[in-house]
T-cell receptor, first 112, second 112 residues
Framework: GESVGLHLPTLSVQEGDNSIINCAYSNSASDYFIWYKQESGKGPQFIID?????DKRQGQRVTVLLNKTVKHLSLQIAATQPGDSAVYFCAESPSGNTPLVFGKGTRLSVIA | DGGITQSPKYLFRKEGQNVTLSCEQNLNHDAMYWYRQDPGQGLRLIYY???????QKGDIAEGYSVSREKKESFPLTVTSAQKNPTAFYLC???????????FGEGSWLTVV
């Protein structure tokens, strides 16, 4: 689940279960969305992206779903592994050359 | 290897000193960015540059300065005017007009 506050929301899942990380974006004009994974002490890594003309996109073990009606983005990770433990950020692109706007992040903790 | 190199990885600054963080990329990207990340927090944009000799302020530019004299380099100076500079600093780059940005491994700055 998620909580509001100064600390990152945390999602704890059992190894092998599926994980769903949610993100609400702010700008209805955003036309491109990205998920990043950040391991402790490292820079964020690109996971998967989706354009606004799509509702779903699949990668290897990951799926991104986009619901433009409610401005909601989700990242699904299948068969979650300990190596998936990290902080996950969503980002939206409001327009052409405007820098990405990042969400606050969710910490995924995988329980072995 | 192609990528974004940040240095130093760890830096300590005394009160009242200016320090400069280096960022070099060999991806031939036009745009470069600097983000600040506080522990357990999201990414906040400090400055970005979409072309050589041009840059724009982000959300938290006060107390920071940048230059973009070369396409591959975008150094960030944390000045003594920055009241709370202790943080993790991330440099990133992207293609001109591209949405996906790629990050370096970050630099930790601590004020002592």
């Amino acid at each position: 689940g998620e909580s509001v506050g100064l600390h990152l929301p945390t999602l704890s899942v059992q190894e092998g279960d599926n994980s769903i990380i949610n993100c609400a974006y702010s700008n209805s004009a955003s036309d491109y969305f990205i998920w990043y994974k950040q391991e402790s002490g490292k820079g964020p890594q690109f996971i998967i992206d989706i354009r606004s003309n799509m509702d779903k996109r699949q990668g290897q073990r990951v799926t991104v779903l986009l619901n433009k009606t409610v401005k909601h983005l989700s990242l699904q990770i299948a068969a979650t592994q300990p190596g998936d433990s990290a902080v996950y950020f969503c980002a939206e692109s409001p327009s052409g050359n405007t820098p990405l706007v990042f969400g606050k992040g969710t910490r995924l903790s995988v329980i072995a | 290897d192609g990528g974004i190199t940040q240095s130093p990885k760890y830096l300590f600054r005394k009160e009242g000193q200016n320090v400069t963080l280096s960022c070099e990329q060999n991806l031939n990207h036009d745009a470069m960015y600097w983000y600040r990340q506080d522990p357990g927090q999201g990414l906040r944009l400090i400055y970005y540059s979409q072309i050589v000799n041009d840059f724009q302020k982000g959300d938290i530019a006060e107390g920071y300065s940048v230059s973009r004299e070369k396409k591959e380099s975008f150094p960030l100076t944390v000045t003594s005017a920055q009241k709370n500079p202790t943080a993790f600093y991330l440099c990133a780059s992207s293609q001109q007009g591209g949405n996906t940005i790629y990050f370096g491994e970050g630099s930790w700055l601590t004020v002592v």
